[in-house]
């Protein structure tokens, strides 16, 4: 018989090349596809271990005027806290003491390092996704120059796997969303074989060359990607950069480059709140740049009427808030009113640099810390900024309403009762004499 080429894609953990076979017959194919198979298992099983467990820390705990405070102790001075991801049970946040958790059933700090499973301690940038957490590891090669890996913590089977994704990745309705190379795409993290879903071409203008400071921002209608731009190693700045706007309807791209027309240089972040989206340039007086999409202009917020500069570094959306992360500590803007309050050190934020902002479903939760050569000595920890859940906003509202018509209900009842205890007016004329 005739034999015929059969040339075909496939991608699995830490691979991606194209292979291409020459085989003949039905038999051959499926003999391909069954070394596929294994070498896949294979490449899974290399990526997948089981955590040996987490062990306690001490904590002290704080409270102050608009939040509280949880410090976990008996770790290394100058320790750093790298991002934060609220889920329903615990508080995750990345260290170089290893990935933290912060247990508010039970308000345990545990830790998870070497010791305990991890292939690294110095861990950063954890996010929540459907069953676990990601994070990366930065590691150190046997050449000995540093590397970054992603890994998918399953906290139901309680193993750790390493997925293919870049440094910068966004959870959205089900998938986890990653710059690539030159091209944008989504994984399921639970799906073994990773295959890339949605891949998007990046626009030139964003070829991802060593490109720093990138984070995205993932909508039903537009993806909104943030570039810091290239760094000019004669100039020691970042040159170039600004956010992208990709229009997921049609597929077009639109770029907003830094200038005096449109918004200053080195975009660290991206986030959108349902309304407009606002890009960070980490300075303070930088301000924010916020992009409306119906008109697809970008207008500059520079200073709030409580006069706060509203630039910085990390951006963060709680629903009526935009909660700002900066190296001086934290800002609270309200886009409605154009108002903000800042909370710094002094106030009892645990340090002074701002390193992640996430939120549950009653509280937003900041970490931060301070060097030891800072005036106010080496500190770290989490802050709890209380937050009225949706239902109880809900349950305010009822119960704002039933009183209101309760108090009305009982104005109208002793109005009509007042009146009926007037004495009827006479008829007649009437005298009275006195002696």
Known sequence: ?????????????????????????????????????????????????????????????????SFDVFRPLDIEADMRVGGIAATAESIWIGSDFGLLEYDKRENKWWVRGIGEGLPGDQVSGPIEVDGGIVFQIRDVESSGRPKRKRYFLDLDLNQLIEI????????????????????????????????????????????????????LAVTDEYIYFASAGQHNNETDLFEGGGV????????????????????????????????????AHWHEDRGLTRFQPGNRRWSRLKESDSGDALGGRLLHNSGDSLWIGRQSGLLRYYPETNQSVQYRMEDGLPGYIVSGISSDHKATWVSAYAYSASPSGWSVGIARFHEPSASDKESISIFLTVFFLFASVCMALIARKRRSNIPAKPTGSSRIEFD
């Open 1 to 65: 018989s005739l034999s015929h080429f059969l040339t075909i894609s496939h991608s699995y953990p830490n691979r991606g090349k194209l292979t291409k076979c020459v085989l003949g017959g039905k038999r051959g194919f499926l003999l391909f596809k069954a070394t596929v198979l294994m070498i896949q298992l294979l490449a899974i099983a290399s990526t997948a271990n089981a955590l040996v467990g987490k062990r306690e820390l001490p904590i002290s705990v704080e409270s102050f005027d």
């Open 164 to 215: 293919p994704v870049s440094s910068h990745y966004y959870w959205y309705d089900g998938l986890l969303w990653t710059i690539g190379i030159n091209s944008i795409y989504a994984i399921d993290p639970r799906d073994p074989s990773h295959l890339r879903i949605h891949e998007i071409e990046v626009t030139d203008e964003f070829k991802y060359r060593g490109v720093g400071g990138l984070a």
């Open 244 to 279: 992208g706007v990709y229009d997921r309807s049609d597929g077009s791209w639109e770029v907003f480059r830094p200038g005096e027309d449109t918004f200053d240089g080195y975009s660290c972040d991206v986030v959108f709140d349902g309304a407009f989206a606002y890009a």
